[in-house]
């Protein structure tokens, strides 16, 4: 029998953008039948657009949980491989794995000797960070910075001391309807000759991609930003 595969399977970024998701990763994907997701009704939608080789009802979704008890999805994935049948690993949007949950799943596919097989497609953090115009030798991402005016400010200057004294890329998203208090914030902190980067709804139609100095930003007739999933991006350098 054959041995049974992980397959860490990128999804769309944004709207309307399957054509992000190369052919040979949607033909992996039509010849599965057992999936771990984020959100079961996403990854159907997803799949469904693909037209799998097997109807949705005789497939198996296991949503990942937040919690730190036993997962269902744990539970579909030992079952799944023991039975020698591949499975799928989804994310809600870009690549499993990355800025999203999943990697217990795959911490578990090694320790059960199953191979992990990532699959190529959209990862936002790559994307904005290509399009920056900033350091790609050395980055960081850092997931969510804190929500209030006052938190996020002081985080913005930790991030500006870690960009000048390592000379590293340092980026964050946020929730679509705080992209603009972040920019707003922002430009308030950071130095004039600081690089600040924005970019929303990558892939999209609605895509946005902006990196300039924060005394430009100022400068500038003033900016609103769209109430689109966002990458936010720091670097000064030495």
């Given at each position: 029998m054959q041995k049974p595969v992980l397959y860490l399977i990128p999804c769309p970024i944004s709207e309307n953008?399957?054509?992000?998701?190369?052919?040979?990763?949607?033909?992996?994907?039509r010849n599965l039948d057992v999936f771990i997701v984020e959100r079961a009704k996403t990854a159907r939608h997803f799949i469904?657009?693909?037209?799998?080789e097997k109807p949705l009802q005789e497939m198996v979704f296991a949503e990942l949980s937040d919690n730190r008890q036993p997962m269902e999805a744990e539970q579909a994935f030992m079952e799944a491989i023991k039975a020698g049948r591949d499975v799928?690993?989804?994310?809600e949007a870009g690549c499993p794995g990355v800025a999203d949950p999943g990697a217990a799943v795959v911490a578990l596919a090694h320790r059960e000797g199953v191979r992990v097989a990532p699959l190529v497609g959209p990862s936002s953090?790559?994307?904005?960070?290509?399009?920056?115009?900033m350091s790609g030798q050395q980055f960081a991402f850092h997931?969510?910075?804190?929500?209030?005016?006052?938190?996020?400010?002081?985080?913005?200057?930790?991030?500006?001391?870690?960009?000048?004294?390592?000379?590293?890329t340092q980026l964050f998203i946020e929730t679509p309807y705080r992209s603009q208090m972040v920019l707003e914030v922002a430009l308030d902190t950071l130095q004039g000759d600081t690089l600040f980067g924005v970019?929303?709804?990558?892939?999209?139609?609605?895509?946005?991609i902006r990196s300039l100095p924060v005394s430009t930003w100022k400068n500038m007739e003033r900016q609103s930003?769209?109430?689109l999933p966002a990458v936010f991006m720091i670097y000064r350098g030495r």
């Amino acid at each position: 029998m054959q041995k049974p595969v992980l397959y860490l399977i990128p999804c769309p970024i944004s709207e309307n953008a399957g054509h992000t998701i190369p052919p040979y990763v949607q033909d992996i994907v039509r010849n599965l039948d057992v999936f771990i997701v984020e959100r079961a009704k996403t990854a159907r939608h997803f799949i469904k657009s693909l037209r799998p080789e097997k109807p949705l009802q005789e497939m198996v979704f296991a949503e990942l949980s937040d919690n730190r008890q036993p997962m269902e999805a744990e539970q579909a994935f030992m079952e799944a491989i023991k039975a020698g049948r591949d499975v799928g690993l989804l994310s809600e949007a870009g690549c499993p794995g990355v800025a999203d949950p999943g990697a217990a799943v795959v911490a578990l596919a090694h320790r059960e000797g199953v191979r992990v097989a990532p699959l190529v497609g959209p990862s936002s953090i790559l994307l904005a960070l290509m399009a920056s115009g900033m350091s790609g030798q050395q980055f960081a991402f850092h997931g969510y910075l804190s929500p209030k005016r006052p938190e996020l400010a002081r985080d913005l200057r930790r991030l500006e001391n870690l960009t000048r004294h390592q000379d590293q890329t340092q980026l964050f998203i946020e929730t679509p309807y705080r992209s603009q208090m972040v920019l707003e914030v922002a430009l308030d902190t950071l130095q004039g000759d600081t690089l600040f980067g924005v970019a929303q709804d990558l892939t999209g139609a609605a895509e946005f991609i902006r990196s300039l100095p924060v005394s430009t930003w100022k400068n500038m007739e003033r900016q609103s930003l769209e109430k689109l999933p966002a990458v936010f991006m720091i670097y000064r350098g030495r």
